[in-house]
């Protein structure tokens, strides 16, 4: 049996900012940048710090939520890669990706994949060749990338 993301960071000694549990909202927040989750459906919730915990070196994103949406008979996980950022939209798209691709968030128990950048100013990808690029290397991973503005609400 594999173990989940969850159970998988907590056995390497990381703990979550935020504990396991049912909350109708999540937010995390770094730098005056803020982002909020609003849950529907009473699912427990945990934040983990990504960068400069679980992540010490190279492209890493900020946080990670992770979203326990199915309990039996086998355990299933929404993960979302949270980068807060200021003006630098394709570094942040970067970093997400990157820690996207890092064999520590690897689990069958991630039925669904989401990354969400929240930047003041994300260029659009009609101008710009490499914010088209990173957005088709997200749905080759089958991960559900959106940009956000600070305040703007994301659901599950």
């Known amino acids: 049996m594999s173990t989940s993301t969850y159970e998988g960071l907590i056995a390497s000694g990381f703990n979550p ?3 396991l549990q049912v909350r109708k909202t999540v937010v995390t927040q770094e730098l005056g940048k803020k982002y909020t989750l609003e849950i529907t459906n009473g699912y427990p919730s945990t ?7 679980i992540i010490k070196t190279g492209r890493k994103c900020d946080k990670l939520v992770l979203v326990k949406t199915k ?3 086998s355990e299933e ?3 979302i890669f949270v980068e807060l950022k200021g003006h630098d939209a394709i570094h942040g798209m970067e970093q997400l990706l990157a820690t996207a ?3 520590t968030f690897a689990s069958p128990s991630n039925k669904i994949r989401k990354a969400r950048l929240i930047a003041t100013s994300c260029p659009s990808n009609k101008a710009n ?14 991960i559900d990338y ?3 503005k600070p305040g ?5």
């Open 146 to 148: 959106k940009s956000l």
């Open 101 to 103: 691709k890092n064999s």
């Open 17 to 19: 900012q935020q504990p």
């Open 71 to 73: 309990e039996t008979p």
């Open 77 to 79: 996980w929404t993960q």
């Open 47 to 53: 934040v983990f710090q990504v960068d400069g915990v």
């Open 129 to 142: 060749p490499l914010v088209e690029r990173l957005k088709r290397d997200f749905s080759k991973m089958k």
């Open 152 to 156: 703007q609400k994301d659901r599950l």
